[in-house]
Structures are given as C-alpha cells and as structure tokens.
C-alpha cells in the first residue's frame, strides 16, 4: 500500500515556473514507478511524465517536454515535477501515481495509486 501526498501548487504568471511534490509512504519507493497527470475542466486525465523506480528512465508528453522535468529522490521517498515555461493551458489539477508494475504505462487506468491532486492555474 501506497499514500501519495502531493503539494507545491498554485498561481502562476505564463512564463513562471512551479515545483510539484509528491511525497510517498511505504518503505519500497524505488520500486515504484512514479508519474505525473492533469486533468483540465472537461478535459479527460492526461498523462505529463513518469520516472522508473531506479531513476534511469523518464518520458514526457510532448505537450511538456523541453519545459518539465521529472526527478525523483529514492532516501526521501519522493518525486518531484519542475514546470517551466509555463503556458495557460497547463492550468489543471495535476496528480501524482504510482506503480510497482514490470511495465511503464503512460496510460492512467494502469496506475494503482493516486495522490489526491494539487490545483496549477496558470494567469495569461
């Protein structure tokens, strides 16, 4: 079992940055890929990026890529989404997940655990 906690949201001019956190319980984190979604008014849940458990991999939707960034801190047991650049269409809720699968999905279905969300309302 799983407790994600996310924090770091809020308002923010386009163009400013925002630091996402996501801090887990459980005394496996590394074994764990960690993953970022938003969800925009009526718009369904998107996937942004995922780290695996070691760190090595990261992808990115290419709506983010070049101005996100995903890390991770194993001895901390927690994850992190540096947002720069951003853009008013990156105002959603944005949630962290977690999965202990052999698989990386990009798909939010086959994540088992969730966060409960931080608002992100980015000002044009």
């Known amino acids: 079992q799983v407790q994600l906690v996310e924090s770091g949201g809020g308002l923010v001019q386009a163009g400013g940055s925002l630091k996402l956190s996501c801090a887990a319980s459980g005394r496996t984190f590394s074994a764990y890929t960690m993953a970022w979604f938003r969800q925009a008014p009526g718009k369904e849940r998107e996937f942004v990026a995922f780290?695996?458990?070691?760190?090595?991999?990261?992808n990115y939707a290419n709506s983010v890529k070049g101005r996100f960034a995903i890390s991770r801190d194993n001895a901390k047991n927690t994850a992190s989404l540096q947002m720069n650049s951003l853009k008013s269409e990156d105002t959603a809720i944005y949630y962290c997940?977690?999965?202990?699968?052999?698989?990386?999905?990009?798909?939010?279905?086959?994540?088992?655990?969730w966060g409960q969300g931080t608002q992100v309302t980015v000002s044009s």
């Open positions: 780290i695996s458990g070691s760190g090595g991999r990261t």
């Open positions: 997940a977690a999965d202990a699968g052999t698989v990386i999905w990009t798909i939010s279905s086959k994540y088992k655990y």
